[in-house]
């Protein structure tokens, strides 16, 4: 008999800013982490990050998730000035693509579909249908506000494999984690944003070569050009917390609104 081991598993590095442990590894890297791991994975992008400052359920759900992914661009390139190291972009929707194409997923009652309104919904049903991942209309929740025990109770009783949240804003971040801790059992639990939307046409498409690029918002800020100047002062305050705290969690800070 052999007395050869197994070599252990390589472990994908991560990078630790403001707090919250980002995975640096490809999207097809994520999809198998998650898959090994289950739980919670997150995917931030710049906007919701300045919420870590405020938001201390925001902030538990960045800190505990199992894994999440830097969907900023800016918040790369503040890394690499900052302190010479790269970390990875992957945005939602290069993730959500991994996901789709990987062999551990599938449609009917294998995945659970958290959506923004019905017609997102019937948009996601078509789409998927489309492409082979035949659905069951009943594994689609439309997210309201104070129904989160509602999806839960649904999520239960189905006990799909998968549930995709993809839903805009920091609420998906927290729904993920109230699910995670409150179900019975360990799904794998993908907060992808949007970017379900961008593939079905309930939001407006980012051409491929965009994606690949690392220019997708380019095509958001044409999208919505009154969002240019909030944007940027959203940029400016990520850079003062990057530069200030680096590796460190923000200190809670109550807003001025909260008052």
Avoid at 76 to 104: E, H, P
Avoid at 182 to 192: D, G, Q, V
Wanted: net charge positive.
């Amino acid at each position: 008999m052999s007395n050869l081991k197994t070599p252990p598993r390589a472990e994908t590095p991560r990078e630790k800013i403001l707090g919250v442990s980002f995975f640096n590894g490809t999207p097809a890297e994520a999809v198998s982490e998650v898959n090994r791991t289950g739980g919670l994975l997150l995917c931030p992008a710049s906007p919701a990050l300045v919420k870590l400052r405020h938001d201390e359920s925001y902030r538990r759900a960045l800190q505990q998730a199992e894994v999440v992914l830097a969907d900023s661009n800016f918040l790369a390139f503040l890394w690499r000035i900052t302190t010479g190291r790269a970390l990875r972009n992957v945005s939602g929707l290069g993730y959500l693509k991994s996901l789709l194409n990987d062999a551990s997923f599938g449609g009917g009652r294998s995945t659970f579909w958290i959506v923004p309104s019905e017609l997102a919904k019937q948009r996601a049903i078509d789409w998927l249908n489309a492409r082979g991942l035949v659905t069951d209309p009943g594994n689609f929740c439309v997210a309201e506000p104070d129904q989160e025990y509602g999806s839960l109770q649904e999520i239960e009783t189905r006990r799909p494999a998968h549930v995709v949240i993809a839903t805009s804003g920091p609420a998906q971040e927290k729904l993920g984690l109230y699910y995670r801790d409150y179900l019975l059992y360990r799904p794998k639990i993908h907060c992808i944003g949007a970017a379900l939307g961008f593939l079905t046409g309930d939001e407006r498409s980012i051409p491929e070569w965009a994606e690949r690029h690392h220019i997708g918002w380019l095509f958001r800020f044409a999208e919505q050009p009154e969002m240019i100047v909030p944007r940027l002062a959203i940029a400016c305050l990520l850079a003062s917390l990057v530069l200030r705290f680096r590796e460190k969690l923000p200190p809670l800070k109550t807003r001025w609104c909260d008052r």
